[in-house]
């Protein structure tokens, strides 16, 4: 099996099952007040330690979730109903994920005014747009540190500068999903307020993901139970945070031996195949994720003939997969209709091989070739 869907999900690391395994064995509620419950609160309080301290920031500052999505929305449903009375703009971009996207348009549709930057040719967001739309009753910027689905770094620290020097009552939030792990992530550095980040992601389980809070005030979305300061209530996913802080302890992937594998796959694309295109920034990437249109192709016929050679990839987020739309993302790139729909999503992991891309590569220039003579 060669699996380069890493962006949708990785596979859980050795560190994190063993962490797992730990928390069955530590099964007492965090809540409860007797010796097993304590046990458990402080190995939550270990896992926040490993997380600040790979984010740069203060353990007192993570609230853990259910994953990225709702980190997301407890940042923009929190930031926008705690803020309401001091103003009533945010601004996001047009290629944000799903659970960004979303729960902009609902706030606009509950009377917020609600600004989407365009972004380039290359997938970066129009800075100038944003310092254009700031104004003094902006109350949240949230852009993405790194696209999901092309591996486009976005100027967040910029971003974050301007808004801040324009309104310092406006918070800054960035969604670190896809870079926490394959590019240095630093709260100081972003000089943003919050920070959404996921477990499944960085070799961790799913249900589980975390927003880092500083020096901004939210107000809860869910009821129900003082944990967490009472912003984010319910009995916490042990087993997951556990394994969250032991695969952030681990992770931190050589981000120019992530670029290695995107150059080196795009390089074998284009020796053997004519007629494709590399979509988003070569300069300002990630180098965790590979964005190839072969146009004159359906890219989903494409993915169920590799899948019977045993190679996974995607055709984009797999939150938006079962849509019949275009990608948002690509559409806002300006790239044409019939690219789109011949654009997949290589994404890679710190245990992705050259071995793995050379034999995946053949069998996608075998699989194009094919499918283009009978369409």
Known sequence: MIYLDNAATTKPCREAAEAMLEAAEEFGNPSSLH???????????AAKEKLAKKLGGDRKNIYFTSGGT????????????AK??????????EIEHPSVLEAARKLEREGFDVVFADVDRDGRVNVGQIKEKLTEDTILVSIMHVNNETGVIQPVEEIAKAAHALSPKCAVHTDCVQSFGKIPVNINRLGVDMVSVSAHKIHGFKGCGALYVNN???TPVLYGGEQQNELRPGTENVGGILAFGAAAERCGCDAAQMRHKRSLMAELLKEKLDDIEINGSDEFNSGSVLNVSFPGIKA?????SLERHEIYLSTGSACSSHKPQPSHVLSAMGVTPRSIAGAVRISFSEFTTDEELITAAE???EEVKTIRRYM
């Open 216 to 218: 901004t005030r939210l």
């Open 84 to 93: 309401q009375k001091l103003g009533r703009r945010i601004i996001t971009s």
């Open 300 to 304: 989903e016929i494409l993915l169920h």
């Open 363 to 365: 069998r996608i220039a």
């Open 35 to 45: 010796g097993l419950g304590l046990r458990s609160e402080k190995l939550i309080t």
């Open 70 to 81: 709702e980190a997301n929305n407890l940042a923009l449903f929190g930031t926008a109903y």
